[in-house]
């Protein structure tokens, strides 16, 4: 089966769309077992998220090199096996020590992925437009990265139900290790699917590990936006992490259930939530696409979605009302969802084809920055004093991250 058979933008968008939807799965189960199974306090949650992002920190660059100079697809693949077994691991045991290497083999897994999706997809993308006489433009990759992201919360509503019910009836470390192994097995769909027909290997180019690296530095330094971009990804990420980590700790809380059924009833009350965020997640992935069709441009639509994570944060923060609560968490969590394939989009528009995966990794590392410093910042926060004093803080970065974003808006 070649590319010529099956568009690589149908492969990218349903194929990585599906895998999306597993992800929503995954964390959702991740989060009632973290949470109410293992009764983790806030400084192990955020623990657990320093050891993923420092070993993507370490891993991001140098793995997008090694995309840009052998290949995106065999990368991707690799991406997703170790991150299925990764997923496999954090569910096998309870106990903590043994779940910080599957965050590691997860955080090293996710690098090999990070920017080679995006750059895969456009190049091939190109490559098809040229062979059937087209025209293909950054504008359609940002709606190709837009229309994967509403396939996988598509995907997410028929996979959070089926999750939740086995996470009642069965149990939640069950669901999660059923919904890693199809994580890992997508692995093997993507080796029979993808092609990789309109990349040229840095090696091929006889470019070496260092020119390569060395290329992806000198375009970022020298672009203005991608520069504003690092800006905006580290404050993002700071923010981020905390609410993925302590957002449902802070609801939960609040919230009240029953001992004997607490894994049930918290997998039910947390997936209401990721099921509406999924349908407001569609919403807001189609208001911004037309915002870009009428030409705003991709910094500028990603102002208003930062500005409205803001506001979402702060609502979660500022009570202890479990309706607002869920109600701001659903805002922070559908908008947030929208940024990240705009600021990929962001990232792809000044990264040329040649060092693409290795840019797109250097934004990546960034964030990694970003959610290790916000971890460490807010987990001692939590501990300090409480949960939302922490959560506000992180809607202060997303707030900040809004600031930053406008000194990229073409004027």
Do not use: C
Request: aromatic fraction near 10%; charged fraction near 15%.
């Amino acid at each position: 089966m070649t590319s010529r058979r099956i568009s690589p933008a149908k492969v990218f968008v349903r194929g990585f769309g599906f895998s999306e939807g597993l992800e929503w799965g995954v964390w959702l189960a991740l989060t009632v077992f973290w949470i109410v199974e293992l009764d983790l306090s806030p400084a192990r949650l955020v623990f657990l998220a320093i050891a993923l992002e420092t070993t993507a920190l370490l891993s991001e660059t140098p793995t997008g090199v090694v995309a840009d100079l052998y290949s995106r697809r065999r990368s991707l693949i690799i991406a997703q096996l170790l991150m299925g077994l990764a997923l496999v691991w954090a569910f096998s045991s309870t106990n903590y020590w043994a779940l910080m290497p599957a965050q590691v083999l997860f955080g090293f897994g996710w690098t090999f992925r990070s920017g080679a999706d995006t750059a895969w997809v456009t190049d091939e993308m190109q490559g098809w437009a040229s062979a059937n006489d087209d025209n293909f433009s950054d504008g359609e990759v940002e709606s190709i990265l837009l229309q994967k992201h509403r396939v996988g919360m598509m995907f997410s509503l028929l996979i959070g139900p089926a999750t939740i019910a086995a996470g009642w009836f069965w149990s939640v470390r069950g669901a999660g290790i059923v919904l890693g192994l199809l994580y890992a097995a997508m692995a093997g769909w993507m080796a029979l699917v993808m092609t990789e027909e309109n990349f040229t290997p840095g090696r091929d180019r006889e470019a070496g590990f260092r020119q390569t690296l060395t290329e992806g530095f000198a375009v970022v330094r020298s672009r203005p936006r991608l520069r504003v971009l690092v800006v905006v990804a580290v404050l993002m990420a700071m923010g981020s992490v905390t609410f993925d980590r302590l957002g449902y700790v802070h609801f939960l809380d609040n919230l009240g259930v029953d001992e004997l059924q607490a894994s049930g009833q918290s997998m039910l009350a947390i997936g209401i939530i990721f099921f509406v965020a999924a349908l407001g997640g569609i919403a807001v992935s189609l208001i911004t696409q037309r915002q870009l069709d009428a030409g705003r441009g991709v910094v500028r639509v990603g102002v208003g979605l930062f500005l409205f994570a803001t506001i979402g944060g702060a609502v979660a923060a500022a009570t202890s009302a479990v309706v607002l609560i869920g109600l701001g968490m659903l805002l922070q969590d559908s908008v947030r969802e929208a940024t990240w394939p705009i600021m990929e989009a962001w990232a792809n528009r000044d990264a040329p084809s040649e060092v693409r995966a290795t840019v797109h990794s250097m934004i990546g590392q960034t964030s990694s920055i970003g959610e290790i410093g916000g971890g460490v910042l807010f987990g001692v926060i939590a501990e300090a004093t409480n949960v939302p004093v922490a959560l506000a803080g992180a809607a202060t970065f997303f707030a900040m991250a809004t600031a930053a974003a406008l000194q990229g808006v073409d004027k």
